[in-house]
């Protein structure tokens, strides 16, 4: 990849972060291997009722990497990856990590608009699907958009694999060849490069790319391990959907995979499964989004029970978890609450586990890293004092400093280095920061973001809509969701329903679609003419407390 592909760290920063021990120039897979060969026979994986110890793991993970070499796949190319939360995730991006091939982490949910694009965007050379999922033909729609992306030679299919797609398992199965590790150390990729790209949950038409170095995101590991207190007695419960970087890396499953401890897979995290695996498996670690956390409280609320028992930290991030649901966490599951507010693009936020009450359930926490540095500003660029609300600016170790080949973008979303991810924070004197809300034209439908440009971009190809704003509408479950305004061009009805069918037809993710249409006969707009938001949000919101 050329330099404009990829914004890197300037050298002064880079050389402080390695000098400090934060960037350790080792590869992704390395840590794993350090944890197998401290306990080869442990329990690293767990998924329904496959378990597989370290040893295991890596065998597959070291031979996978050189079979997808075989492939004719080489470092540097990328392969969008849409797997559910099963062991074929984690065995196929740890064998990625080793061959130098980088993941694109995409979503289950994502459907053929955000695929075609990401495919495009990336130039994958590959697709890694399921073969059907939830009623849905995962391997007929990879086919399609194969024939439409040049740059994508080859098929992955976890199932039933047609035609010459290759079977996924087969591929990530061990065969006993204990020469594979000595031949990958020998070719490991450099620290500095790619090691997966994540996916924007940012403003624009499609989705950002966001490079993650070996370097940068195994610090991300590490240091959100050490707040999170993970160690070789960690199991974690990986139930958020594995390719954001929360479940991830935030410690996610990698941290429960470099530690030693076991990370346990789950696709749904519904309550009645979620708490049954917990129970089983001794879970100690789990995250959730604040939507997930309030459906286990009810469930325990409800049906009582010690499945948690062994439940040490629940993490709860993505979106803002309201004070209320905060405080009841510790006294109701008998779990220490970790608030995390990060972002895929960076920096990661946490209260610590033995922070007073009164930061755990009223901040969002502080950053994990001494290196990285965070900025409140004004709307003019002005730093404010503690305790005045601004908008957030950051930069640090683990925090790229553009998205991948989108200079222009770039500009905006990182001035002078600094990112800036639109939320409104407050500082606390005691360091730890609030989140108010943001300034960015997305919805945060219960930690699913989803861009209010990308929405209206397929909306007006409706034929009837002339005008078109997605805004959020306060929900009590997920927080927000998206509701839909619109003024039409000739009179002609139209209801949410062909909204919906419509957006389905042009192949958008399914929890991108409105939620609530509102026509109305013209839009409010601001001083300098564009539709005015947050009238929008103003005007839906009284109208949905009046109905009650
Ligand atoms: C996480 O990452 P993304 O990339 O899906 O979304 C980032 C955005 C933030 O800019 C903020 O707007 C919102 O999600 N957010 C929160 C929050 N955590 C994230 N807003 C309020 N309170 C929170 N606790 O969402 C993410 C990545 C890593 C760890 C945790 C979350």
Redesign the pocket.
């Known amino acids: 990849m050329t330099a404009p592909d990829i914004t890197p760290w300037p050298e002064e920063d880079a050389a402080r972060y390695r000098a400090a021990g934060l960037w350790e120039d080792r590869t992704l897979g390395e840590y794993v291997l350090d944890a197998a060969d401290s306990s080869p026979d442990k329990v690293a994986l767990v998924s329904g009722e496959t378990r597989m110890t370290y040893r295991e793991l890596v065998a597959r993970m070291d031979e996978a990497a050189e079979r997808l070499l075989a492939l004719g796949f080489t470092a540097g190319e990328r392969i969008l990856v849409q797997l559910p939360n099963d062991w074929p995730f984690v065995v196929f991006t740890l064998a990625c990590f080793r061959a130098g091939i980088v993941p694109v982490m995409a979503l289950p949910a994502h459907r053929s608009h955000e695929l075609t694009h990401l495919a495009h965007h990336a130039d994958a050379v590959a697709l890694v699907v399921p073969s059907t999922m939830k009623d849905f033909d995962h391997q007929a729609l990879a086919e399609q958009i194969a024939a439409e992306v040049p740059s994508v030679r080859r098929i992955l299919v976890d199932g039933e694999a047609r035609g010459d797609a290759v079977d996924l398992r087969r591929l990530l199965r061990t065969d006993g060849d204990i020469g594979a590790r000595g031949r990958r150390d020998s070719a490991k990729p450099h620290p500095d490069s790619p090691a997966c790209f994540l996916l924007?949950?940012g403003t624009t038409g499609l989705p950002k790319l966001i490079v993650r170095t070996h370097n940068d995101y195994a610090y991300n590991v590490r240091a959100t391990s050490a707040a999170t207190g993970v160690d070789d007695t960690t199991v974690y419960l990986g139930t958020l959907p594995a390719s954001?970087?929360?479940p991830l890396a935030?410690p996610g499953v990698l941290g429960a995979l470099f530690s030693g401890g076991t990370s346990v897979m789950l696709p749904s995290p519904e309550p009645v499964r979620a708490f049954a695996t917990i129970q089983r498996e001794r879970v100690t670690l789990a995250a959730a989004v604040p939507a997930v956390a309030q459906r286990w409280l009810e469930h325990h609320h409800e049906h009582g029970g010690d499945a948690l028992e062994t439940l040490r930290v629940l993490q709860v991030?993505?979106?803002?978890?309201p004070d209320e649901l905060a405080a009841r966490v510790g006294p109701e599951l008998g779990a220490t609450l970790q608030?995390?507010?990060?972002?895929?693009?960076g920096l990661?936020n946490m209260t610590r586990l033995d922070d007073p009450d009164d930061v755990i359930t009223r901040t969002?926490g502080r950053p994990v890293s001494a290196e990285d540095e965070i900025r409140v500003v004004d709307e003019a660029g002005r730093d404010v004092p503690d305790g005045t609300t601004g908008t957030i600016l950051t930069r640090g170790p683990y925090t790229p400093r553009g998205y991948f080949r989108a200079a222009d973008h770039n500009e905006r979303a990182f001035p002078g280095g600094w990112y800036s991810?639109?939320?409104i924070v407050m500082r606390r004197p005691d360091g730890n920061l609030v989140?108010f809300g943001?300034d960015k034209d997305i919805i945060?439908r219960g930690?699913e973001?989803i861009s209010a440009e990308e929405v209206e971009n397929i909306v007006y190809r409706i034929p009837e809509v002339d005008l078109a704003a997605a805004v959020s509408m306060p929900d009590p479950v997920l927080g927000e969701r998206l509701c839909l305004f619109v003024t039409l061009l000739a009179g002609d009805p139209l209801t949410l329903e062909a909204v919906r069918d419509f957006m389905t037809s042009q192949g958008l993710a399914a929890f991108k679609l409105p939620e609530r249409l509102e026509v109305v006969d013209s839009m409010p707009l601001t001083k300098v003419g564009k539709i005015d938001k947050r009238a929008l949000r103003e005007t839906i919101a009284a109208r949905l407390a009046a109905i009650g």
């Open positions: 924007s949950g954001h970087n929360f935030c991030g993505g979106s803002r978890m608030q995390v507010f990060g972002m895929a693009e990661i969002q991810s639109g939320d989140v943001r945060n930690g973001k």
